[in-house]
């Protein structure tokens, strides 16, 4: 029988996140229908999670449950899947491209002395997976030649996976902490955060140093409520102290690759390209015609964004009533 591929659930908010969806659709497509598709996912009090997730694999859901697992912490996250890999020795391991699947892939490749192929956006014929490279200035295409392969996901690439037509399996799994485990993660105190998740949004509003204050935030916000749309930031922004760094977009921040992309008052550096350049179309609000962001925009508004932002907002607002 062919080697199974293991798909490693992420948890967030006490939610099934999108992009383990995404990395399950990745399996289905590289390693074709046909696959022993598994999942593992790892927290404390996932029951009802593993069930859904189990109504998506349509095959067997690994769920390792202990209340020391809440939040996600290296070598206790490793040990929990540890006799999972040396049990099914999986062909392939996907994971979402998050903090979490980032940390987490390459120590899952050394213990599987496997391959990685981080950042993957799109997968083509003969297992050909398609990465951004150069801060997305370029793309390559890898494939692995022999042995296993571990990778991860860039979230809002991939379209998440429908639910399978075979119900799914939860296996119980024991999990024994580490006799060398030497911290544990009691909790974690997020800071006030937008009420959509920036790396999954499927549309951001992002704002630049041109906001000129944190007030100047607000009539973003107001088009994010509308519109159920996350707010980024450029660093410029972060910067002059007018939002929190957890919204920075770019080469140092997040990487966002939504269907809707706005740029308010930001100019366009490089930089901020880096993160935000993928996505599917980008409209730029800013009162200088040669800001270099109008160079990436699909769509440009030459203008001041404390006029145009709250327009939008009021027009938005009529269409989705
Ligand atoms: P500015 O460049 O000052 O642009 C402000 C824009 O707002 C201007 O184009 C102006 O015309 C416009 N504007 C002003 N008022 C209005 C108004 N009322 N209405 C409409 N438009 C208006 N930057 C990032 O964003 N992300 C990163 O991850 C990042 N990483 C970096 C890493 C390194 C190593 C370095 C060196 C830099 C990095 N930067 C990053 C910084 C980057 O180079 C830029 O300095 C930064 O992106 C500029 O932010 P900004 O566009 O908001 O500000």
Not at 136 to 156: D, M, Q, Y
Not at 226 to 242: E, F, K, N, P, T
């Amino acid at each position: 029988m062919s080697q199974p591929v293991l798909v490693i659930a992420e948890v967030r908010g006490g939610k099934l996140r999108q992009v383990s969806l995404e990395a399950l659709q990745a399996a289905r497509i590289a390693r074709g229908e046909g696959a022993d598709v598994q999942a593992v996912i790892v927290g404390s009090g996932i029951t009802a999670l593993a069930a859904e997730l189990a109504g998506y694999v349509g095959g067997k859901v690994h769920a390792v449950d202990h209340p020391e697992l809440a939040s996600y912490n290296a070598p206790a996250y490793v040990q929990a899947v540890k006799g999972l890999l040396e049990e099914l020795r999986p062909a392939r391991i996907y994971l979402g491209h998050t903090a979490e699947g980032r940390d987490l892939a390459p120590q899952l490749a050394a213990l599987l002395g496997a391959g990685q192929i981080s950042d993957v956006i799109s997968i083509g014929e003969g297992e050909l997976y398609k990465r951004p490279v150069y801060a997305g200035k370029a793309f390559e295409e890898k494939r692995f030649l022999s042995g296993s392969g571990v990778v991860t996901v860039r979230p809002n690439n991939i379209p998440p996976a429908e639910p399978a037509a075979a119900p799914g399996e939860v296996v119980d799994r024991d999990y024994a902490p580490p006799a060398d485990l030497r911290s544990i993660v009691r909790d974690v105190l997020r800071k006030a955060g937008g009420k959509v998740d920036l790396a999954e949004a499927k549309i951001v509003i992002s704002g630049g140093r041109g906001v000129k204050s944190a007030d100047g935030f607000k009539p973003l916000e107001e088009l994010a409520d509308v519109l159920g749309a996350a707010v980024g930031a450029s660093r410029g922004a972060c910067d002059a102290g007018y939002c929190d760094y957890a919204l920075q977009i770019g080469q140092t921040g997040k990487v966002v690759t939504p269907e809707v992309y706005i740029a308010c008052g930001i100019s366009g550096a490089i930089q901020h390209l880096a993160g935000m350049s993928q996505s599917r179309v980008i409209i730029a609000i800013n009162k200088d015609p040669e800001a270099p962001i109008f160079k990436v925009a699909d769509y440009g508004i030459v203008g001041d964004l404390f006029d145009v932002v709250p327009l939008l907002t009021e027009e938005f607002r009529k269409v989705l009533a």
